[in-house]
């Protein structure tokens, strides 16, 4: 299994452009999430997916779209990219929802909007 | 709301306990978790409460909880350089692992 995969690994956009972030995961995972993390902050959830075709919002979901068309794809766009979106953005997965069910992270996409 | 607060630094030597404190304000909170993350790298698990217990070990890791202060510590024995990393407490209301509040992550530096 190659785990939770997120690409690309670093990316630079000036403000305006759009983007997709990629995610996938081959474990089978029900559950997705979309976190950002900037210095100072901790992680911030931006969206989740609990299912294939099934997304919600999180605490911090303006200015990303998220769709879950697959079990192993959750991608995230940036529709009109802004310096305030410049950030650390990780990809986690699991198979079930509940505490005991291990969340697993991908390795990040760093992003600097200019 | 929900917040999470976390000390920013540690610093211990190695051989020496680290402890590692995080207090939270939900008080309908039903799973505390603790994180570790490398440079470089995403976040591993590496062990959560349920907030009806007091404490819970897993090897060389302590977790306590006082429900009562809505505080939480996270104690590392035998501290070792690999451990140096930032650990992150983070807090579930809903008792689900896919929406978490995190803290803001504490630096722990070990020191040969």
């Known amino acids: 299994n190659a785990g939770v995969t997120q690409t690309p690994k670093f990316q630079v956009l000036k403000t305006g452009q759009s983007m997709t972030l990629q995610c996938a995961q081959d474990?089978?995972?029900?559950?997705m999430s979309w976190y950002r993390q900037d210095p100072g902050m901790g992680l911030r959830l931006i969206h989740y997916?609990?299912?294939?075709?099934?997304?919600d919002q999180g605490e911090v979901p303006n200015g990303y779209n998220v769709s879950r068309s697959t079990t192993e794809d959750f991608p995230l766009r940036l529709l009109s990219a802004a310096p305030s979106q410049t950030s650390v953005y990780f990809c986690?997965?699991?198979?079930?929802?509940?505490?005991?069910?291990?969340?697993?992270f991908g390795p990040g996409t760093r992003l600097t909007v200019l | 709301g929900e917040d999470v607060e976390q000390s920013l630094f540690l610093s211990v030597r190695e051989g020496d306990s680290s402890v590692i404190n995080c207090t939270y304000t939900d008080s309908s909170s039903t799973y505390l978790y603790w994180y570790k993350q490398e440079p470089g790298a995403g976040l591993q698990l590496l062990t959560y409460?349920?907030?009806?217990?007091d404490m819970k070990q897993d090897q060389r890791l302590t977790v306590l909880l006082n429900k009562k202060d809505k505080h939480l510590s996270l104690r590392i024995a035998d501290t070792q350089t690999g451990d140096s990393a930032i650990y992150f407490c983070a807090e579930s209301a809903g008792g689900s692992n896919y929406k978490l509040t995190f803290g803001k992550g504490t630096l722990l530096t070990v020191n040969p």
């Open positions: 409460i349920f907030s009806n217990m």
């Open positions: 986690a997965s699991s198979y079930g929802g509940l505490a005991g069910d291990t969340q697993y």
């Open positions: 474990m089978n995972h029900e559950y």
């Open positions: 997916s609990v299912g294939a075709g099934i997304t």
